[in-house]
């Protein structure tokens, strides 16, 4: 993992808005449409070109494919593992729950979320080696033509592909993740071997207290919380913490969030994490202030943080000197190389969908190239 060695580096969760002709790929795929599959692959290698392009062009020194290739970060696995049938049913969040007439008025300008969250009803296997292989290969080929700093892929974690696809087969929900974990192993190891950082996402350890795991009591997701990151570090057993970095969120969706799971209940559970970075939100207003908690953690002299400068709901554009103090307050936690300057989460963690206008979430990119720009000049004074 590059650090912030003479310069604050900048970076973001992973996913960006996907082109015209993307979208209406992966959306005719998904609805069983007949389609060339030479003309599919050349859209998503076309698309992931253009998002690695775009975001060295915007000053992003650590940059991903965009998830070009998934329909969502979470859901993208069933095509990938056996075992998984079906659309199981969706709860509300809690914290939308008592607001119908917001949810709809919200359901009118994000789109709709037509993918279906498949249950799993088998034992998990690979079924499909081939779609992370093209995966590899396009970041592979955009990145030698774009020349960042460094490059990395997302993985969806086990906890949270449990949270988005139930349980229907496995005994028990410690059985189900550690299921989860031997088969994403692979896909873990192969991204790292392929020469990039894993970034596994990890919203269960959050976001999921509220969505789909809200049915338990604090306690209980508390030890489910970590369950899913003892399961998370035996998949991540044969790689090394420097070459992993994880997310966590509490949903990247405008709405109250006063029913958020507060950090400083999980933060104990995150740090236990192998990955070496913790890439986290930081700037939006229901978790702004939590700079305060990761001052009074216990944080390892190993762990480097990615703090979200860059709010990913909202197409405001931060000005550059806030995104430079939001990163000198972490600067001053764990020093600054050890702090690379994010987003608070994907700009498009689900295709065609969202408020994120695509252009301004570039523009936005830039603002945050500028204000590590302007800390830098400050912190290495």
């Known amino acids: ?51 690695v392009r775009r975001q060295v062009d915007a000053g992003v020194d650590v940059v991903s494919d965009g998830e070009t290739s998934k329909i969502s970060y979470s859901t993208y696995i069933t095509e990938r593992l056996s075992g998984f049938e079906g659309d199981s049913e969706r709860k509300i969040n809690r914290d939308v729950a008592p607001y119908p007439d917001f949810r709809e008025k919200m359901a009118r300008v994000t789109g709709a979320q037509p993918m279906p969250r498949a249950a799993c009803v088998g034992p998990i296997a690979i079924k499909d080696r081939e779609l992370l292989r093209k995966d590899l290969e396009n970041l592979r080929a955009a990145v030698s033509l774009g020349g960042p700093v460094e490059a990395f892929m997302n993985a969806a974690s086990p906890g949270v592909i449990s949270a988005f696809q139930p349980n229907q087969y496995y005994p028990s929900h410690e059985a189900y ?57 035996h998949a991540l057993a044969d790689i090394s913490p420097e070459s992993v970095r994880m997310h966590i969120c509490w949903g990247n969706y405008e709405g109250p969030h006063d029913h958020d799971i507060a950090l400083e209940k999980i933060v104990g559970i995150l740090l236990k994490a192998k990955p070496m970075a913790i890439s986290f939100e930081a700037s939006n207003p229901r978790h702004a202030h939590e700079w305060t908690v990761w001052r009074a953690a216990r944080i390892p002299d190993d762990k480097v943080l990615l703090p979200g400068v860059l709010d990913s709901t909202t197409n405001y554009v931060e000005h550059p000197e806030l995104v430079a103090q939001r990163i000198e307050q972490y600067a001053e936690i764990v020093g600054r190389e ?44």
């Open 177 to 233: 993740i550690g299921a989860l974990a031997g088969a994403m192993k692979e896909e873990y190891d192969a991204i790292v071997d392929a020469g990039f950082m894993l970034q596994v996402d990890c919203p269960d350890l959050a976001m999921a207290r509220h969505t789909a795991f809200q049915d338990l009591s604090e306690a209980e997701f508390l030890k489910r919380a970590e369950q899913q990151v003892e399961a998370l570090n």
């Open 1 to 51: 993992m590059k650090l912030s060695t003479d310069r604050i580096l900048t970076t973001h969760v992973g996913s960006l808005p996907r082109t015209q002709d993307v979208s209406a790929a992966l959306f005719g795929k998904m609805r069983g449409e007949s389609f060339e599959e030479g003309a599919y692959d050349a859209a998503i290698r076309d698309g992931v070109a253009l998002a």
């Open 338 to 381: 050890r702090v690379i300057a994010s987003s608070d989460c994907g700009f498009s963690t689900f295709a065609g969908y969202g408020k994120m206008d695509p252009e301004i979430t570039y523009v936005k990119l830039r603002a945050q190239a500028e204000g590590a720009a302007i800390a830098s000049k400050r912190l290495w004074a």
